[in-house]
């Protein structure tokens, strides 16, 4: 069934179409059928339900000859039955009966060489104004003309029977890439729809255009030069790639092609627990009038949200659109990376502030996606926790982390991109006996590498891990950047390299087949004698 086919059937159902009305508009809308309200700074406050963030075990990817030999199937990319999906499919549309619904023609992807057309039908004019902000926006002349390769369809009041149509529980979130479609069910949570298009295209770029899809942000600085930066949560991503002297591309998703780097969205989702102007101005000065903010709460009596308020969830949101931020580039692209930054918030102490990666060991370290939570986060957890998530966005990613790992290395030799890993986590001991890593001497090693002053700096491999430590950093003491002169204890830290190493071997095994060797050979040593 064609794209087009469904939203006809769907116009043909609903009571009324509220078709790519204006900001003002769908304000007004949510205001008027009580989906939320307006805050002190003249943002929409509006709550998702009993979803308040994404259901991972809840998503599915239809198996069928597009799929069944190229999606790396498992966990997290789970199969659904084609016919049971037509079958749901079929219901989804009939829900839309006599119901209003909110429809948006946008755009994915800013480089127009590999630009997706999206439809997407909501229910809600909460989720529609999120769409508005999230995607990239059409000119009003080419509203009118717009085919989509893709559509969505959101139903949060739909609740499936999981005996008959297959999935696990009422809520479901199901791509199918043979008919372009993806339906989501019995969730009001916003994060859905755009994840739901970055694995999608985190499948049809790789597999068709030979783009490298990334969870990422990037920049661009005076000279040109653009940087990308992985990391997960609390390693300083969206701190570190907001710098003042270099203008924002994108702050989550990206593409590298062969004309450089793109951005995905045309907008912002940014978490606000514990937001305050200080830390996070960008973000604090963003929601401002037609900007959404996500299941949070006021001061008593005030039109004034409460960041620290988290009885909600501790997943607040905000989304607004990219232009709510000044220094951004226009439109949303960059050239050729100089230089990538995995960063990594190592809370046992290991890793060095800043290292030089091989296209092997980037390969490897992309794949591994990793960063430690701290201790003391649940009871009687006294040891930082490991986490990894594979090419740091592990929940999206339909194929193999190895051939996004290879493409990543191809496309750093192809353009002589550094690739660098920085600890913006703990020195001198794991957390709770050593101090985190000062901002400033964090800004200073980024910015040593993106000006080129670690080009020709002397170089010491990390006996453990391997990977090369510059032995100097204009503005950063020197004995900061080999992180075993910083210990106390030289025998203690040679125990938790080790210690480090093999939660990474093990880590690496789900991967192992279907890597490169150069990928293999980079793996860290955790026997070694220090």
């Known amino acids: 069934m064609k794209s087009h086919i469904i939203t006809d059937r769907v116009f043909s159902l609903a009571s009324k179409i509220n078709k790519n009305i204006t900001l003002n508009e769908l304000l007004h809308a949510a205001l008027e059928s009580g989906e939320g309200k307006i805050t002190s700074t003249g943002a929409l406050a509006g709550d998702t339900g009993k979803f308040t963030g994404r259901s991972p075990k809840d998503k599915f990817t239809v198996l069928d000859?597009?799929?069944?030999?190229?999606?790396?199937?498992?966990?997290?990319?789970?199969?659904?039955?084609?016919?049971?999906?037509?079958?749901?499919?079929?219901?989804?549309?009939?829900?839309?009966?006599?119901?209003?619904?909110?429809?948006?023609?946008?755009?994915?992807?800013?480089?127009?060489?590999?630009?997706?057309?999206?439809?997407?039908?909501?229910?809600?004019?909460?989720?529609?104004?999120?769409?508005?902000?999230?995607?990239?926006?059409?000119?009003?002349?080419?509203?009118?003309?717009?085919?989509?390769?893709?559509?969505?369809?959101?139903?949060?009041s739909y609740m499936a029977v999981p005996d008959r149509d297959g999935t696990r529980q009422e809520n479901f979130s199901i791509i199918n890439f043979t008919k372009k479609i993806y339906i989501?069910?019995?969730?009001?949570?916003?994060?859905?729809?755009?994840?739901?298009i970055f694995s999608v295209l985190n499948f049809t770029l790789p597999v068709e255009h030979d783009v490298l899809s990334m969870h990422c942000s990037a920049n661009i600085g005076k000279g040109g030069d653009s940087a990308v930066f992985f990391g997960l949560s609390g390693t300083g991503k969206t701190t570190l790639s907001a710098d003042p002297d270099r203008k924002l591309i994108g702050d989550d998703e990206h593409g590298w092609s062969e004309n450089g780097i793109?951005?995905?969205?045309?907008?912002?989702?940014?978490?606000?627990?514990?937001?305050?102007?200080?830390?996070?101005?960008?973000?604090?000065?963003?929601?401002?009038?037609?900007?959404?903010?996500?299941?949070?709460?006021?001061?008593?009596?005030?039109?004034v949200v409460n960041y620290n308020d988290v009885s909600v969830t501790q997943n607040t949101r905000c989304a607004y659109?990219?232009?709510?931020?000044?220094?951004?580039?226009?439109?949303?692209?960059?050239?050729?990376?100089?230089?990538?930054?995995?960063?990594?918030?190592?809370?046992?102490?290991?890793?060095?502030?800043i290292a030089k990666l091989t296209p092997?060991?980037?390969?490897?370290?992309?794949?591994?996606?990793?960063?430690?939570?701290?201790?003391?986060?649940?009871?009687?957890?006294?040891?930082?926790?490991?986490?990894?998530?594979?090419?740091?966005?592990?929940?999206?990613?339909?194929?193999?982390?190895?051939?996004?790992?290879?493409?990543?290395?191809?496309?750093?030799?192809?353009?002589?991109v550094n690739v660098w890993l920085v600890n913006t986590g703990w020195s001198g001991g794991a957390y709770g006996?050593?101090?985190?890593?000062?901002?400033?001497?964090?800004?200073?090693?980024l910015n040593a590498a993106l000006d080129g002053k670690l080009d020709d700096v002397s170089y010491e491999n990390h006996p453990v891990f391997g990977v090369a430590m510059p032995q100097e950093v204009p503005g950063v003491p020197t004995e900061l950047l080999n992180p075993r002169n910083t210990w106390a204890d030289a025998a203690a830290y040679d125990t938790k390299a080790n210690y480090l190493a093999s939660l990474f071997n093990k880590n690496f095994e789900d991967f192992a087949e279907g890597v490169s060797q150069d990928i293999l050979d980079a793996a860290p040593k955790a026997s070694a004698s220090l």
């Open 184 to 196: 989501i069910g019995g969730s009001g949570y916003t994060g859905e729809i755009k994840k739901g």
């Open 65 to 156: 000859d597009t799929t069944k030999n190229r999606v790396w199937w498992g966990d997290i990319n789970q199969p659904f039955d084609s016919e049971k999906f037509d079958a749901l499919l079929e219901r989804v549309i009939n829900h839309y009966q006599d119901k209003e619904i909110f429809v948006r023609d946008a755009y994915a992807c800013a480089d127009t060489d590999y630009r997706l057309k999206v439809r997407v039908v909501t229910e809600t004019a909460y989720q529609n104004l999120f769409v508005h902000h999230m995607f990239i926006r059409p000119d009003e002349n080419e509203l009118h003309t717009i085919s989509p390769d893709w559509v969505i369809l959101a139903a949060p």
């Open 321 to 353: 659109p990219i232009d709510y931020i000044d220094n951004i580039s226009v439109p949303s692209v960059g050239p050729q990376p100089k230089n990538i930054f995995f960063l990594t918030a190592d809370a046992f102490g290991v890793l060095p502030p």
């Open 262 to 303: 793109f951005n995905f969205e045309g907008g912002c989702y940014a978490k606000t627990i514990n937001l305050t102007q200080e830390n996070e101005p960008t973000i604090w000065n963003a929601i401002r009038e037609g900007a959404l903010v996500e299941n949070v709460r006021f001061f008593p009596d005030s039109d």
């Open 360 to 416: 092997g060991q980037a390969g490897y370290h992309f794949i591994s996606g990793y960063t430690a939570k701290v201790a003391g986060t649940e009871e009687g957890v006294n040891e930082p926790q490991a986490t990894f998530s594979a090419c740091f966005g592990a929940a999206f990613i339909p194929l193999h982390p190895g051939k996004y790992a290879e493409m990543l290395a191809a496309k750093m030799t192809e353009n002589n």
């Open 433 to 445: 006996t050593g101090s985190r890593m000062k901002l400033k001497y964090t800004r200073a090693m």
